[in-house]
């Protein structure tokens, strides 16, 4: 037998039934089942009562806007989602940590390095692509009028100095952090304050004289995610390489990463109610909702066409070029992490609905899932390089600012590089656009006005930074299947192996797991262990 008939052979055994082409002649002849529509809403309960919480929201928040609610009924209706939102944040530390250290243990140091470079690859192209986009798009539509300036009444502040270098430094300082403890809950960041002096004088002061700012490194409230990610990393890399010694610890987090899935399980009946109440909540809180939206709807319109663009077109090709296979259907298995994502304005907190759309009815494989997901919720964020790229824009033209090539390729390079230290929160591109602003001495100051729509924009790019994770976990799993296969059949139970091969584990050496040795086993071998396994198992 050809080494390529083995490999299709063992392919037909890996499938699943549905996925073994069209139906015999008998499997023709059943009976048609009428109750398809039925099954349809059985089998999508939550994503169907997720919608209608959304659209209950909007209706709720629209619906008591005329009877101006004070901030304790705005409280009362938003505290469900308030809820909703502690839960799931309760679960994103040890979701992260469990993925990551069980998921790259289970592969070889070797295979955890190329599926590293395939996705950061993969992030970063797709990043400036959705800068690029976004720089077009807001050129074309051109959504920045000066005349907005007065309409709006921006009242200017003074802002402190923001520059991409502290944006860049500050990323490696949260990859490596000096106390891993101190990671869970706060992360580093560069400030300007005014110098401390040993010796002032109250009564003396000099406007005239220009205050220096100096450069402070300071931690703030939050998880710092990227330098947990890069821990787990290396030690569930390293993890795998002890052999048996290393399995109880391996089982302990793989353990843990279950328990929250079921969490997560109990938790998404809850998401109804909890969406409806956060979206209700914020249309309540925004004054002037209306002629806010009238005023800036060019700028919403540029951002909304340019995310569901690499949404629906984009993002579909490129799923098809490499899958080849319908990308619709493998969108419509991520609606309910979508819903939870646009609602929450935050991919961390849909991470744990993405992973179980991921891992069940998308049957991506856990390896990959548990690799892709956890580093893309922290640098992975299209929606918001192409947010980034067009509120850059916006503001210049409404400046009067002439964009020349220079002008655009520097919008175009920070708001990739800003993207990539973006914090999966809310509104954390608010912050970054500064630093793009600054990078082309625009006003800084005109960023306020931004921020009475921005709570509609976020929950719009969301979804787009949540998706870019999944497609990329697809991706990089067709690209990897060949090593997944290798580094499946070197894991096996040996005791099994046909032929008369090795029953004891230590005589088996295979380079992909030991790298440096002599193979012993050939490929045409490793498909047959896999193949008479498989088979055995069905």
């Not at 799931?88 to 070889?108: D, E, R």
């Not at 209306?290 to 709807?297: H, K, P, T, Y």
């Not at 954390?428 to 921005?454: I, Q």
Request: with cysteine; net charge neutral.
């Amino acid at each position: 037998m050809e080494k390529g008939e083995r490999f299709s052979e063992y392919l037909f055994v890996k499938m699943g039934p549905g996925d073994r082409g069209p139906k015999t002649t008998e499997d023709r002849s059943a009976p048609v089942d009428h109750t398809g529509v039925k099954k349809w809403f059985i089998d999508n309960t939550l994503l169907v009562i997720t919608l209608a919480g959304v659209l209950a929201g909007i209706a709720v928040g629209f619906g008591l806007r005329p009877y101006q609610l004070g901030p304790d009924g705005r409280m009362v209706i938003s505290y469900p989602g308030e809820l909703f939102m502690r839960l799931l944040k309760l679960m994103i530390l040890p979701l992260i940590i469990a993925s990551l250290i069980a998921g790259s243990a289970s592969l070889n140091a070797k295979m955890s390095g190329k599926i590293a470079v395939r996705t950061l690859l993969y992030f970063i192209l797709t990043s400036m692509f959705n800068a690029f986009l976004g720089i077009s798009l807001a050129v074309m539509i051109h959504p920045g009028k000066p005349e907005l300036r007065e309409d709006l009444n921006i009242i200017v502040e003074n802002k402190r100095d923001h520059k991409i270098l502290d944006s860049l430094l500050d990323i490696g300082r949260n990859m490596f952090p000096d106390n891993i403890v101190q990671a869970a809950f706060q992360q580093a960041h560069t400030v300007y304050t005014e110098p401390k002096t040993l010796f002032s004088n109250a009564n003396v002061t000099n406007d005239s004289v220009p205050v220096v700012l100096v450069r402070e490194i300071r931690y703030r409230s939050g998880t710092n995610t990227l330098g947990l990610v890069f821990f787990c990393l290396i030690f569930g890399s390293l993890l795998g390489t002890l052999g048996p010694k290393g399995k109880v610890v391996i089982d302990f987090f793989q353990a843990i990463f279950e328990v929250i899935m079921k969490m997560v399980t109990g938790v998404m009946w809850f998401t109804p109610v909890g969406v409806s109440s956060v979206i209700a909540g914020k249309i309540l809180g925004v004054n002037n909702v209306g002629q806010v939206m009238s005023q800036l709807a060019w700028f919403i319109a540029t951002v909304t066409v340019g995310v569901f663009l690499y949404q629906l077109i984009v993002m579909q090709l490129i799923y098809f070029l490499f899958l080849r296979r319908n990308p619709y259907k493998f969108y419509w298995g991520l609606s309910q992490a979508m819903l939870t994502a646009s609602a929450t304005a935050s991919t961390a907190a849909a991470l744990p609905v993405t992973f179980r759309a991921m891992e069940g009815p998308l049957r991506i494989d856990p390896r990959i899932t548990r690799f892709v997901l956890p580093i893309g919720c922290n640098i992975n964020m299209d929606g918001t390089a192409l947010f980034l790229a067009v509120a850059s824009v916006f503001v210049c033209q409404m400046n009067s600012m002439h964009l020349g090539f220079a002008q655009l390729a520097t919008i175009f390079l920070t708001s990739t590089a800003a993207s990539v230290s973006s914090a999966s929160v809310p509104s954390a591109a608010m912050v970054l656009l500064l630093v793009v602003l600054a990078a082309v001495d625009a006003p800084t100051h005109d960023v306020s006005l931004l921020f009475a729509v921005d709570w509609l924009v976020d929950r719009i790019r969301t979804t787009n930074n949540m998706l870019g994770d999944c497609y990329a976990a697809a991706v990089v799993e067709k690209m990897s299947k060949n090593e997944l296969m290798a580094c499946d059949a070197a894991s096996m139970d040996t005791s099994t192996l046909p032929n008369g091969l090795p029953t004891s584990n230590t005589e088996v050496e295979i380079g992909i797991v030991t790298p440096g040795k002599k193979s012993i086993i050939s490929d045409d071998a490793i498909i047959d262990m896999h193949l008479h396994n498989e088979t055995n198992r069905i």
